[in-house]
């Protein structure tokens, strides 16, 4: 559990304030995010550090 906590409060600022637009298409979008960053952590192998920040394309 204490991961999946830390994965939310790790994921990107966008997503977790994304959850609560009054934009059905962003809060699915935010919500996909999230969800990414959860599995990633909880997917990792002990140990293993996960970067939650996603890049964006300049």
């Avoid at 919500?31 to 550090?49: H, N, Q, R």
């Amino acid at each position: 559990m204490a991961a999946v906590a830390h994965a939310i409060l790790d994921a990107p600022g966008w997503a977790r304030v994304g959850i609560t637009a009054p934009s059905s298409c962003l809060r699915e979008d935010a919500a996909l995010e999230l969800a990414k960053v959860i599995a990633d952590v909880v997917g990792a192998p002990a140990g293993e550090t996960i970067e939650a920040q996603t890049s964006l394309p300049l």
